[in-house]
T-cell receptor
Framework: NAGVTQTPKFQVLKTGQSMTLQCAQD?????MYWYRQDPGMGLRLIYY???????DKGEVPNGYNVSRLNKREFSLRLESAAPSQTSVYFC????????????FGPGTRLTVL | QKEVEQNSGPLSVPEGAIASLNCTYS??????FFWYRQYSGKSPELIMF????GDKEDGRFTAQLNKASQYVSLLIRDSQPSDSATYLC??????????FGKGTSLLVTP
């Protein structure tokens, strides 16, 4: 099992460009999450999806959109990237048995110039 | 704002010693508590969770929870250099959203 996979691993954007971060899990988990991690700020939840067909805002949703494509895949879109969105982005998933027991992907390091 | 506070460290302990990592939280309604380990440049990995007051042991790790004091801790016995990492405390009040602390950096010196 690959667990949680993310693409791309690294990305450099110019201000105003758009991009989609992809995430997939093969653990048959219902719940998926997107976090950003910044130095000194810790991990912050952007959006989550408790089940296929549902999405909810987390702590820092502004400037992002998400799509729960199916049970396996959960994508994060930046419509017009800003330098403040420079960060490391992690996708995670969990089962209903323990929503807090999350499995993380390897992360995407995004730089917005 | 639901706060989860951790000392950023670094906490330095000699090999073989007990490392004690602490976390306080502000939301009295918090139900579930987690410790994640994150090596530099890597993703977080769940190492312990605790839902009830008291101690929970798993190998060299012990999680301790005191809801009255709004305090959760992680003890690492017989610390090894491979335990050197950042330890993230996470708290859930209900449902799916986890609130993370900023992490404590642990350095185990040979």
């Amino acid at each position: 099992n690959a667990g949680v996979t993310q693409t791309p691993k690294f990305q450099v954007l110019k201000t105003g460009q758009s991009m989609t971060l992809q995430c997939a899990q093969d653990m048959n988990h219902n719940s998926m999450y997107w976090y950003r991690q910044d130095p000194g700020m810790g991990l912050r939840l952007i959006y989550y999806s408790a089940s296929e067909g549902t999405t909810d805002k987390g702590e820092v949703p502004n400037g992002y959109n998400v799509s729960r494509l199916n049970k396996r895949e959960f994508s994060l879109r930046l419509e017009s990237a800003a330098p403040s969105q420079t960060s490391v982005y992690f996708c995670a998933s969990s089962s209903d048995r323990g929503p807090g027991e999350q499995f993380f992907g390897p992360g995407t390091r995004l730089t917005v110039l | 704002q639901k706060e989860v506070e951790q000392n950023s460290g670094p906490l330095s302990v000699p090999e073989g010693a007990i490392a004690s990592l602490n976390c306080t939280y502000s939301d009295r309604g918090s139900q579930s508590f987690f410790w994640y380990r994150q090596y530099s440049g890597k993703s977080p990995e769940l190492i312990m969770f605790i839902y009830s007051n008291g101690d929970k042991e798993d190998g060299r790790f012990t999680a301790q929870l005191n809801k009255a004091s709004q305090y959760v801790s992680l003890l690492i016995r017989d610390s090894q250099p491979s335990d050197s990492a950042t330890y993230l405390c996470a708290v859930s009040s209900s449902g799916y959203a986890l609130n993370f602390g900023k992490g404590t950096s642990l350095l185990v010196t040979p």
